[in-house]
């Protein structure tokens, strides 16, 4: 398809779908006619993936022009090469992060298909869902969602990749080390059967981030250990290295950033440094917020440590004043400490001192947090969107 005919069908779909939808709507359908090649969108209030028909149970139309007519050459391609290139757009369309596109990724499912033949799903949106819902922080949703596709012996291998990524992200932010890893590891028996290098870059980059998750929240409780520490270091490796391998891998900062501050774990200053130097600059606007005031935290720290104390102290303060109400518990953590102990080197104990407890209790506000996490988790909502 020509790129500005792509262009043109992903607008219309989110035109057409920026209307109000009836609440009786549970799924969509994209149905394409042939001589001549147009395509049109209709509403459906039933959705059974067992069942072909589902698609005829239409219930609502958006209003006018619900048409979309594709180029003359477009109509002389195979059947199978037109289905295979708007389900594509489809797919691409219902993932761009699109107000409208955002809205029908919350339906049961999006289909594109010859009218009168055979349905091919576009979307195994309860997995997209469940991993949406992670990031967004809701836990009994994402669980939810994730549990009904591995439930689901009809969900495709995709799915159930996606739906492991997301549990396993729940458990690791419930402080469920064990449980997440054993959820990444089933993760990648999936992606191995995929054969997919990206998701293999995505699962390898997930899985690093546990075990840095796990090596910082140690280091806070005072059970960091040299194995647990090396471990994290190598899986960051790991994961940069072969994302790095790729013609198009995915984005290396956060690992980098994360690679970065396993070093001041390990009193790698210089390495650290050097790491923060070359990377912190180009997270400024990858959309890292909060990852970014952690490395400025610990660069500053960095600084201290090797007798830079004006630019540490310039920098412990940026990440002081970049900390507020939406800042995660576990970076105020990291921030207040560090400020701490540049404080102490200072010789300004009370203010070390305050900046210790406000520490502290950060950590106790996270530990909070992941009880309630792991409290949640362990509720088996029986609810899914089959």
């Known amino acids: 398809m020509k790129e500005a005919t792509r262009t043109h069908f992903l607008n219309w779909l989110e035109a057409m779908l920026s209307a109000a939808v009836p609440v009786e709507v549970v799924a969509f359908s994209l149905n394409l006619y042939d001589s001549p090649f147009w395509a049109e969108i209709v509403g459906s209030s039933y959705f059974d993936p067992d069942d072909e028909d589902w698609a005829c149970e239409e219930c609502w139309r958006p209003s006018e022009p619900n048409r979309f007519d594709f180029p003359d050459d477009m109509a002389e391609l195979h059947w ?15 993932h761009s992060g699109l107000p409208a596109a955002r809205k029908s990724l919350a339906s049961a499912a999006f289909a594109v298909g010859f009218v009168d033949g055979d349905l091919a799903l576009v979307g195994e949106c309860e997995s997209a869902l469940a991993l949406f819902m992670q990031r967004e922080g809701d836990v009994r949703a994402a669980a939810r969602y994730a549990r009904g596709v591995l439930a689901n012996r009809a969900a495709t291998l995709e799915s159930r990749y996606r739906a492991f990524l997301a549990l396993g992200s729940l458990h690791q932010d419930a402080y469920d080390y064990e449980e997440a890893g054993r959820l990444y590891r089933e993760a990648e028996d999936v992606v191995r059967k995929l054969d997919d290098d990206i998701a293999m870059a995505s ?23 040299a194995r647990m520490l090396k471990a994290a270091v190598e899986a960051l490796n790991r994961s940069i290295a072969f994302a790095g391998a790729l013609p198009e891998g995915p984005d290396t900062t956060l690992d980098h950033l994360l690679l970065a501050e396993m070093r001041v774990l390990q009193g790698r200053y210089a390495d650290a440094l050097a790491l923060y130097e070359r990377h912190l600059p180009s997270a400024e606007g990858e959309g890292f917020l909060h990852e970014v005031t952690a490395a400025t935290a610990d660069c500053g720290h960095c600084c201290m440590q090797l007798g830079r104390i004006d630019e540490g102290q310039a920098l412990l303060l940026s990440a002081l004043n970049r900390v507020d109400e939406s800042t995660p518990s576990d970076v105020r953590a990291i921030v207040h400490a560090n400020m701490a102990t540049s404080l102490k080197a200072a010789e300004r104990a009370v203010e070390a001192e305050q900046h210790r407890t406000l520490a502290g209790m950060a950590w106790e506000t996270y530990a909070h947090e992941q009880r309630e996490a792991r409290r949640l988790l362990a509720h088996d909502p029986t609810e899914t969107l089959h």
């Open 80 to 94: 199978e090469a037109r289905l295979a290139m708007v389900a594509a757009c489809v797919q691409d369309w219902l």
């Open 203 to 225: 699962w390898l980059q997930r899985s690093a981030l546990t075990h840095a998750a796990h090596a910082r929240q140690a280091a806070a409780l005072g059970g960091l250990d």
